[in-house]
């Protein structure tokens, strides 16, 4: 059974950094991809980043390129988001998410198992 659990959150001032943790089990990590999606009060979810099971390929939403960055460590099977620059826009639930195939997908109906997700708060 594939779990994932996030942790990481929490609140920060406009310009700080978060590292938010995806650690996964119930899978082999080497033919999955992971994905953060992130979800804001009224606003639909939305994909943050992507990370394919070759560890070379990722992906990231243009609002986040630059200040945000995205890693995997397979020994651990945990996936890291590095979130630096940070703007009040970033507050949002932050959900990774697993797919059962090599290459990721901005879809979010292509990840089939869901962490319970993390809240970042941006403000002063």
């Known amino acids: 059974q594939v779990q994932l659990v996030e942790s990481g959150g929490g609140l920060v001032q406009p310009g700080g950094s978060l590292r938010l943790s995806c650690a996964a089990s119930?899978?082999?990590?080497?033919?999955?991809?992971i994905a953060w999606f992130r979800q804001a009060p009224g606003k639909e979810r939305e994909g943050v980043s992507c990370?394919?099971?070759?560890?070379?390929?990722?992906y990231y939403a243009d609002s986040v390129k630059g200040r945000f960055t995205l890693s995997r460590d397979k020994a651990k099977n945990t996936v890291y988001l590095q979130m630096n620059s940070l703007k009040p826009e970033d507050t949002a639930v932050y959900y990774c998410?697993?797919?059962?195939?090599?290459?990721?997908?901005?879809?979010?109906?292509?990840?089939?198992?869901w962490g319970q997700g993390t809240q970042v708060t941006v403000s002063s």
């Open positions: 119930g899978f082999t990590p080497g033919f999955h991809a």
């Open positions: 990370i394919a099971s070759n560890d070379v390929t990722t």
């Open positions: 998410a697993q797919r059962a195939y090599y290459y990721c997908s901005d879809n979010e109906r292509d990840f089939g198992s």
